[in-house]
């Protein structure tokens, strides 16, 4: 029997990528070689008891902590990355890097060099899901060829969550989150990023914005770019935010938008093992209701 996946069933679902962007406040990159990683992340091969339990403590205390590698370069990766604030760091021995990751889940910033390059995370993580080891490693592999090493950190990485949504991407420090990023358009997607700007068609949102802002914002900038206005200066402004429903002022380059958001509730399977559930996970999902320029 042929396997089922996640992401072809999301996307004949209709599901959107538009505010789904959200992430954890607090992230760490702990370099590791993806053939060891294991699920739990304290159970990869050659972590020691020390290191695990600091793993642990980091994950109970919500960092979301990513293993992350690159097959070229995976022995010259700096050990620690704290990707929103560009640090890289190198400790002398898994102890010492246990002490870091705890002093970080208490709240404390990791001491290191400044890492100035865009880093892109690609979901490979082949023992989560299914969609990620596939559509993931396709993405990656073009990613690879295509990625200049003086302007981009390029990093296969373990869980980020939104399997359904593979490829699945975060782009530092941009705070952007990716989905469906299929390897043909891995040239439109870096050319944009040169830019400084989203690339729309697998944007999924600002991981700092609530999900309604981010709807509104990706609306926006859909508008700005078949009006061809500028939104190098792009704010959103809340007229109104509910439990269920957002009114945003737009400043979009000459124009002003002003766009109502919704909420309702829409059925997801969230991985390839969801699928064999009898039933999907009913999740919250924001749409456009109105658009109006003026």
Known sequence: MAHAFCRTESIAAGEPLAGTGAIYERILLLSWPRRHWRMP????VGVSPVLGAAIERAISARVHLVLVDHP???ATLPALFSPRDG???????????ARAIDHYAQGGSIDGRREDRTIILCCTDSRRDACCARFGQETFRQLLVQCDPARHLLLQASHLGGCRFAAS????????????????????FLSTLGRGEPYLPAFRGHADQSPSRQVAEIAARRWAGEAGEDTTQLS??????????AIYDVACG???????????????????SALKAD????????????????
């Open 41 to 44: 992340r304290s159970a990869s």
């Open 72 to 74: 070229d370069a995976g």
């Open 87 to 97: 640090i890289a760091a190198e400790f002398d021995d898994q102890a010492g890097l």
């Open 169 to 188: 991407l975060m782009v530092f420090p941009h705070l952007h989150r990716y989905g469906r990023l299929g390897p043909e358009a891995v040239t439109d």
């Open 236 to 245: 959103l402004e809340a007229v109104s935010e509910t439990a269920g429903s």
């Open 254 to 272: 000459k124009a002003r938008l002003t766009i109502a958001v919704t909420a309702d509730m829409q059925p997801v399977f969230g991985t390839c």
């Open 279 to 294: 039933k999907p996970l009913m999740t919250e999902r924001w749409q456009v209701t109105s658009l109006s320029v003026s």
